[in-house]
């Protein structure tokens, strides 16, 4: 049974940092493609970034390139979402996914079969 499990998220000032983690039981983390999803409240959920199986590279969404940057530890089975530069639009629930097949990009929550539970990340001005 696989399961997500995110931790990491908390109230930071504008120009501060947070780091996410999302920890994979089930099985190996790089038996899947990882995602990291946002929602603000009232919004849809927004793609952020993709780490991709084939390649181990990631794909960011254009409003965090430059200040987000994941990573992952393999024996911990966890991988990491570091932001930088928090603005107060980031405000919102970050989700990590996972999906098992393919080896493509993949930037659509439908895409993911393994969802973590979210954590509230929250900027203030």
């Known amino acids: 049974q696989v399961q997500l499990v995110e931790s990491g998220g908390g109230l930071v000032q504008a120009g501060g940092s947070l780091r996410l983690s999302c920890a994979v039981s089930?099985?190996?983390?790089?038996?899947?493609?990882m995602g990291w999803f946002r929602q603000a409240p009232g919004k849809e959920r927004e793609f952020v970034a993709t780490?991709?199986?084939?390649?181990?590279?990631?794909v960011y969404a254009d409003s965090v390139q430059g200040r987000f940057t994941t990573s992952r530890d393999n024996a911990k089975n966890t991988e990491y979402l570091q932001m930088n530069s928090l603005k107060p639009e980031d405000t919102a629930v970050y989700y990590c996914?996972?999906?098992?097949?393919?080896?493509?990009?993949?930037?659509?929550?439908?895409?993911?079969?393994?969802w973590g539970q979210g954590t509230q990340v929250t900027v203030s001005s």
């Open positions: 089930g099985r190996t983390l790089t038996s899947f493609t």
């Open positions: 780490v991709t199986r084939s390649s181990g590279n990631t």
């Open positions: 996914a996972a999906r098992i097949d393919g080896f493509g990009l993949y930037k659509y929550s439908y895409e993911y079969s393994y």
